[in-house]
Every structure is written in C-alpha cells, then in structure tokens.
C-alpha cells in the first residue's frame, strides 16, 4: 500500500511498501494529492534475474594466458547463463551479447525456472586490439532483465602457415628451380577463418 499523511493525503513524494503479491501480474498505481488530480502507473512485478557468460564457453585465451581471444574478422560463439529463484515457469526469452554498445549476436535461452542458457554466434570483430564485450537478458513477462559484467576479448591478427618446396629438390648453381610456396590458414585458426589471398614474395636471405 501507499503511505498517506495524516489528512489521508498522499505526500508529495510517496513510498510503495514491499509488495508481496505473486510474481508476474500487472498493476497500475495511482497517486492523488488532495485536489491536484493524479496520475498512474502500470508495473509488473516480476522474478530477479543475474546474467553471466560461461567461462567454459568463452574463446580460448593464448597459450600464456591472458583475456579470451579471437582472430580478427573471423566470427566466434559464447555461452551465456541466467539465473533466477524461480519455481515455475522456466525462464524464457532473449540474450544479446554486445561489444561496447554494438549487438555483435543474440540468441533464445532454455532451460528451468533457476537456469536458462544459450549458446550466441557473434559476428567477427574487424578492429585489432582489446574489446569489451558484456551479456544482456532482455527479460520475459516473468522474469526482469539483467547485464553481466564486462568481459574484455582480445582481437589478434590471423598468421598463416607457410611452406617451401623445390624442383629440384637440391639445385646446384646457375641451376634453374621452381619454387612452390604453400600458403595455408594456421592451424590454430578456427574452422570458421577463411583461407589466405593475395600475393607471395620471395626474397633472397641474408
């Protein structure tokens, strides 16, 4: 209920007590001071929530550890868990991840009424560098909206793997050869990385 001052007017700036009313139905409060009219606001209450990514579900950090990484312009996946105190029903609706203020992917949670999660296909991230990138639950008619916390990405150039051969596979001096170069995509490169284009250019050591 409201709180009323002792005329039974409301005060110019009024307090809701908690409600204990059932998660999820719709009401509308209206405030009235003596002959000033009033005015209304419809509200849900609805079910807390926390977001957070799964950090088994996070690009692999390098081999010396540090933040998650990508390779530049190459797309990625995450997971993404909501959690709530729930009972019934299950947590419904949509995750986006976002790069600063940028949507980069959004996909459909599932699960229960305490868990719901969602693996999210992101687009590539074209900019060399650190990036800071955080979950958002957009909520149901249940359960409210939520942010993870920021998570920073490291976005790494994509190094080929290069190889040589030779006919013949020993020349001797003044000998013609033939040089084939073979220009392959890494192999710590994900599946999803296209293979390398442009031109090669051989030049004499030392």
């Known amino acids: ?17 908690t409600l204990t009313q059932d998660i999820g139905p719709t009401f509308t409060l209206r405030a009235a001071s003596g002959t000033n009219g009033f005015a209304e606001k419809s509200f849900t ?7 957070a990514f799964d950090n088994g579900q996070l690009p692999p950090p ?18 993404v868990r909501v959690t709530a105190s729930g009972t019934t029903p299950n947590i419904t609706g949509t995750v986006r991840v976002l790069d600063g203020t940028t949507v980069i992917g959004s996909a459909a949670v599932s699960g229960t009424a305490t868990l719901a999660t969602a693996t999210v296909s992101c687009s590539s991230l074209a900019t060399l560098g650190t990036h800071s990138i955080h979950a958002e639950y957009l909520g149901d ?22 190889s040589l051969s030779t006919t013949a596979s020993d020349p001797r001096m003044l000998e013609q ?30």
């Open 45 to 51: 209450v609805r079910n807390p929530t926390t977001t």
């Open 177 to 206: 050869f033939q040089v084939t170069c073979f220009v392959l995509r890494g192999h710590d490169m994900p599946d999803t990385a296209p293979q390398p284009t442009g031109t090669v250019t051989l030049r004499k050591a030392g």
């Open 141 to 162: 008619a249940i359960y409210a909206p939520s942010s993870s916390v920021t998570r920073s990405v490291s976005v790494v150039d994509r190094i080929p793997d290069i």
């Open 62 to 79: 390098p081999d010396l550890g540090g933040f998650p990484t990508v390779f530049q312009s190459a797309p990625f996946t995450v997971g």
């Open 1 to 17: 209920g409201l709180l009323t001052d002792s005329s039974g007017n409301f005060p110019s700036t009024a307090f809701m007590n």
